[in-house]
């Protein structure tokens, strides 16, 4: 009898440390700005050496995008050094899933040619490339990121302060991170050794988002929860939320007793804006039970599971980014037009060339 108990207290011990284990080790602090809304890259057609250079002709690895110029005396040979060290940093196989990319915002002086000879200094693999002004400004804006042509000297030497933040591109060419300036190269091999085990998954859910391909990603609803749920919600719920979910159209008006009537369900309402925990919790518990109008508590009428086959039910009509903040995942305001990320970091004046 007592050794049962010891198996099971060592089962029970080895099942919490695997799961601390994994909560502690599974999670991962980026060293660099995470976006809050990824940014779709352009697909700009810029030259190199080796020919037109797409961001998407690099689907399935991880871009490390920097906009800058070869005459830049300090701040980019700063940043690609650091960049080559961190690339140094990976296993070959690793470093062999991301491509650096240099971009000049100074095509007037910079060629492919002369670019594709600066950039090799720091490592064979990386590509360097321009495009015309406009093409230029196109990728720069769409990035949030900034660069200005300063006036020349007497000898028509001139600087160009730019951003100078590294830009990262997750595996489908969506901006997702950056890292300023400065940061050491230890702290980028970091995140780009976890990014290529594990990515950010925020393209994964701005793909779902409404002006996309509609998947569902956080959420599964079964369809024979879904057909139960709706048999319960109209047994319990339908008479004071509406057989429609909509709820009472004066919902929002706190009634002088303080109580308020029953809201939508249906997701047009503020139900959704609960996680699901606590939305099972306000069923269970119910709310404001000392009032006239109130949300009755379930507990005793329902088992868990009954309550969360009528969520099922409810969820059928919310949309995904709903389901996804009520599942703990981010939320997303669907976009009609692509986002433009805001500039993060300021811009870095070179000093003047020699
Ligand atoms: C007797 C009427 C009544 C019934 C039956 C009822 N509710 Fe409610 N419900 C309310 C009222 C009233 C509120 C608003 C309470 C408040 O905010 O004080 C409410 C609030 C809620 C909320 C919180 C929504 C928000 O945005 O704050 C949820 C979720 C909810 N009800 C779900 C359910 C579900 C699921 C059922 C069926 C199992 C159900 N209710 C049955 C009256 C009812």
């Keep these: 009898m007592k050794r049962g108990f010891v198996i099971l207290g060592g089962i029970l011990l080895a099942f919490s440390i695997a799961l601390f284990g994994f909560r502690y080790f599974g999670t991962h602090k980026f060293n660099g700005y995470i976006l809050p809304e990824p940014v779709k890259a352009p697909e700009t057609m810029l030259r190199s050496v080796n020919g037109p250079v797409r961001i998407s002709d690099f689907k399935g690895k991880i871009v490390l995008l920097y906009f800058g110029y070869t005459y830049c005396p300090d701040v980019c040979p700063t940043s690609l050094a650091n960049i080559k060290l961190a690339m140094g940093e990976l296993t070959p196989e690793e470093a062999a899933q991301v491509q650096v990319i240099f971009v000049s915002v100074d095509p007037a002086r910079d060629t492919p040619e002369t670019l594709s000879r600066y950039v090799r200094m720091f490592r064979d693999d990386f590509i ?10 196109w990728m720069v804006n769409t990035f949030g990121a900034k660069y200005t042509i300063e006036p020349p000297d007497e000898n028509g030497n001139y600087n160009v302060s730019h951003s100078a933040f590294t830009m990262v591109l997750d595996r ?16 980028m091999s970091a995140d780009l050794r976890y990014l290529i085990a594990h990515d950010i998954l925020i393209s994964a859910q701005i793909l779902a988002g409404a002006t996309y391909t509609p998947v569902v990603c956080a959420v599964t609803l079964v369809p024979a929860h879904v057909q139960s749920g709706q048999w319960l919600y109209e047994h319990h719920c339908a008479q004071c939320h509406g057989l429609d979910m909509a709820g009472n159209p004066q919902y929002q008006v706190e009634l002088a007793d303080g109580s308020r009537l029953a809201p939508p369900l249906n997701g047009q309402g503020d139900a959704w804006t609960y996680p699901q925990t606590e939305l099972l919790t306000i069923i269970k518990e119910g709310r404001n039970l000392d009032k006239p109008i109130h949300m ?12 969360e086959f009528i969520l099922s039910y ?41």
């Excluded at 360097?128 to 400004?137: F, L, N």
């Design 314 to 354: 409810v969820q059928t009509t919310w949309d995904v980014n709903q389901l996804n903040y009520q599942h703990g995942f981010m939320t997303l305001t669907p976009q009609a037009t692509l986002a433009t990320a805001t500039p993060l970091a300021p811009l870095v004046t070179s000093t003047p060339s020699p």
């Design 128 to 137: 360097g490339a321009t495009g015309t002004r406009e093409e230029i400004d």
């Design 296 to 307: 009755p508590a379930f507990k005793s009428k329902l088992a868990d599971w009954e309550i």
């Design 172 to 187: 489908d060419g969506y901006y997702v991170m950056n890292w300023e300036h400065g940061t050491p190269s230890t702290n």
